[in-house]
């Protein structure tokens, strides 16, 4: 099986490296303007994920509905990645890739549940840690309990995140966007000051909303009945304007970058999967990356590619602090013009079905 494994991934990675190259070397001209490195230097880190976000059900990328008003302003007001792919249709992988800055097969975290990040790799909140933040994380489901490993680095990690009924008898190990936001936000609020720039923060919310089963609560359970993955979407984003009007009211955000990205798409039947984790295709790896912090950051859209190992290394360039990202690179140069086009490539895998069904 090990033997199996190990062929599949190579196959795969060969042609999906390949395919990703492809859509690395696609870029088109240039629509925002220049973010000096460290122009934010010392300024508060706010990371929100959306769990199973497809971008083309954003308002920004194109979804229509109006499902998420407050992801589009922050889209308006600052600056959108149009083209930006993940590494793995998975939470705990994604994630993993996310906050190291490195790809799967370097960090070592491949799947949910089965793997654990055993902290060899610089993360995120280690290197923000090391520079004097103080650092919390709010996620939102078992997938990302502690127990895997990305609770390294972090003073906080708030991962309680109960149950909730799934049908059939059957429960979901999960909370709601505006629970984990609360807590979020307390936290936020009862270490950070708003005018202090020598004590910043990083803030890490994890929203699982949108994934399987979808059962968002009322109102939206019932204008999105026949929709309920769009009403899933719809809260997570309310909730999320909710929260930052808390913070904005009593002065959080005048200092403080916000980065909202999702970790996966969802296929919603194409290619004949239902949801997500079997297959590597644009559905399910194409995901929004926004980020927002007037007037440091002016708003734009970079029609280049980018990928989420370049979400570490790109925050941490902003914010004037070395990036030792193994797989990724700051998005910076890139927005500015200082860098040549990206022709790395990029790489994913879905390798899921063969650890888990043995294909």
């Given at each position: 099986m090990k033997k199996r494994l190990a062929v599949f991934a190579v196959l795969a990675g060969l042609a999906l490296v390949a395919a990703g190259v492809g859509v690395m070397r696609r870029r088109s001209a240039k629509a925002t303007e220049a973010i000096d490195s460290g122009a934010?230097?010392?300024?508060?880190?706010?990371?929100?994920?959306?769990?199973?976000?497809?971008?083309?059900?954003?308002?920004a990328y194109g979804g229509a509905g109006g499902l998420t008003p407050t992801i589009d302003r922050l889209a308006a007001e600052g600056l959108r990645f149009e083209t930006t792919y993940a590494h793995v249709p998975l939470t705990l992988p994604s994630h993993a890739s996310l906050l190291t800055g490195a790809y799967p097969f370097v960090n070592g975290v491949r799947d949910n549940g089965s793997f654990r990040f055993d902290g060899r790799h610089p993360t995120l909140a280690g290197t923000l840690k090391a520079a004097g933040y103080r650092t919390g994380a709010f996620v939102a489901a078992f997938v990302l309990d502690a127990r895997f490993g990305l609770n390294a680095g972090f003073d906080v990690y708030d991962d309680k995140y109960g149950s909730r009924p799934a049908g059939g008898g059957l429960s979901v190990l999960e909370r709601p966007a505006d629970k984990v936001l609360d807590a979020a936000v307390s936290w936020i609020t009862r270490i950070g000051d708003p005018v202090d720039g020598n004590r910043p923060w990083f803030a890490w919310a994890h929203l699982y909303d949108p994934h399987e089963p979808y059962d968002p609560p009322?109102?939206?359970?019932?204008?999105?009945?026949?929709?309920?993955?769009?009403?899933?979407?719809?809260?997570?984003?309310?909730?999320?304007?909710?929260?930052?009007?808390?913070?904005?009211?009593?002065g959080?955000?005048?200092?403080?970058?916000?980065?909202?990205?999702?970790d996966h798409g969802e296929s919603l039947g194409d290619h004949q999967e239902r949801t997500h984790g079997l297959f590597a295709y644009e559905a399910t790896l194409r995901?929004?990356?926004?980020?927002?912090?007037?007037?440091a950051v002016k708003p734009g859209v970079f029609k280049g590619a980018a990928r989420?190992?370049?979400?570490?290394?790109?925050?941490?360039?902003?914010?004037?602090?070395?990036?030792?990202?193994?797989?990724?690179?700051?998005?910076?140069?890139?927005?500015?013009?200082?860098?040549?086009?990206d022709d790395r490539g990029s790489y994913f895998e879905a390798l899921n079905a063969n650890l888990t069904r043995n294909w």
């Open positions: 934010l230097r010392g300024a508060n880190v706010l990371l929100v994920t959306i769990d199973t976000l497809r971008a083309d059900h954003v308002g009322e109102p939206f359970h019932t204008r999105y009945a026949r929709d309920p993955y769009s009403g899933e979407i719809a809260f997570a984003d309310a909730q999320l304007g909710a929260a930052l009007d808390r913070l904005a009211r009593q959080y955000l005048s200092r403080t970058l916000v980065v909202v990205a999702a995901v929004p990356l926004v980020v927002w912090a007037p007037p989420l190992v370049d979400v570490m290394p790109t925050i941490l360039d902003v914010i004037g602090i070395p990036a030792p990202a193994p797989s990724g690179r700051s998005l910076r140069p890139l927005v500015a013009g200082d860098s040549p086009v």
